[in-house]
C-alpha cells in the first residue's frame, strides 16, 4: 500500500510539474537530519542556542538566505518581463 501510494503521489507531482530530485532529497536526508539535530539538543541539555551559536553556522544561514533571496528575486524579475 505504501509503495502505491508513493507511486500515486510521485505521478501527481509529475503531472503538474513539481521536480521530484528535491522531494526524494529530502525523504532521504530528512531523518538523517532530526537525529542529529535531536542528538545535539540532548547533548546541550535542551538549549537550542546550538543550532545557531557558532560563527560557522551563522555564515552558513546567510548563504542560505542569500541563495533563497537571489532566487526568488529571479524568478519575481523573469515573471515581470514575461508580463512586458
Given at each position: 500500500?505504501i509503495v ?81
Amino acid at each position: 500500500m505504501i509503495v502505491l501510494l508513493i507511486g500515486v503521489l510521485g505521478f501527481a507531482l509529475r503531472r503538474f510539474g513539481f521536480p521530484l530530485a528535491p522531494i526524494m532529497i529530502g525523504v532521504v536526508l530528512g531523518p538523517l537530519a532530526e537525529t542529529s539535530l535531536r542528538n545535539a539538543m540532548m547533548s546541550s541539555g535542551g538549549d537550542a542556542s546550538i543550532v545557531v551559536g557558532s560563527p560557522i553556522t551563522l555564515t552558513l544561514y546567510r548563504v542560505l538566505a542569500l541563495v533563497l533571496v537571489y532566487t526568488l528575486w529571479r524568478k519575481v524579475n523573469s515573471r515581470a518581463r514575461q508580463d512586458v
